[in-house]
T-cell receptor, first 114, second 114 residues
């Protein structure tokens, strides 16, 4: 069965500093990997995805993520955090079995302090 | 393009009552999903439709939950009778048929069962 782990419930970072939100996954075969962001009282919003090719993918709002097959990780990164980046972030994996079901991690709350 | 529409935004019911949620996906999206998001957890897939057929409903509590997607467009999720543990946000999402396409979420319905 496929699954996603986000080991940190919360990440705290000062504005202007780089941020990393961690994600590891378990799936049979090659995965599709996604990051979503959720603001209060809103649905999830797509940030970026890894399908194949370059291990560093770039997405919305200056976010990027690095795919590491040997470590089965897909960490979300941003070179310089903004207060407005404070939100709940979800990593998700989609495998090639079971109707391409998408499984989400438990989420990591990012808090950026001014 | 118009996003995924969900209604109502909020619903408060007593246990053992019934409730229904409605979702209208992005035009042209063949795949529609219902997720349950309990506070502090990631979204859990309840049911996935492709057009008007069910692809996955393995985590749908079928003794009390039902969903339909007539004509392959909008969808309704029903709970009857509701339990206290059904208190959650119910998210509808849609995507195109491409296996690497991201999910587009509505703003969700927050259900409180008292």
């Amino acid at each position: 069965a496929q699954s996603v782990a986000q080991p940190e419930d919360q990440v705290n970072v000062a504005e202007g500093n780089p941020l990393t939100v961690k994600c590891t996954y378990s799936v049979s075969g090659n995965p599709y990997l996604f990051w979503y962001v959720q603001y209060p009282n809103r649905g999830l919003q797509f940030l970026l995805k890894y399908i194949t090719g370059d291990n560093l993918v770039k997405g919305s709002y200056g976010f990027e993520a690095e795919f590491n097959k040997s470590q089965t990780s897909f960490h979300l990164k941003k070179p310089s955090a903004l207060v407005s980046d404070s939100a709940l972030y979800f990593c998700a994996v989609r495998g090639f079995t079971g109707g391409f079901k998408t499984n989400f991690g438990a989420g990591t709350r990012l808090f950026v302090k001014a | 393009e118009a996003g995924v529409a969900q209604s109502p935004r909020y619903k408060i019911i007593e246990k053992r009552q019934s409730v229904a949620f409605w979702c209208n996906p992005i035009s042209g999206h063949a795949t529609l999903y219902w997720y349950q998001q309990i506070l502090g957890q990631g979204p859990k897939l309840l049911i996935q439709f492709q057009n008007n057929g069910v692809v996955d409903d393995s985590q749908l509590p079928k003794d009390r939950f039902s969903a339909e997607r007539l004509k392959g467009v909008d969808s309704t999720l029903k709970i009857q009778p509701a339990k206290l543990e059904d208190s959650a946000v119910y998210l509808c999402a849609s995507s195109s048929l491409r296996t690497n396409s991201p999910l587009h979420f509505g703003n969700g319905t927050r259900l409180t069962v008292t």
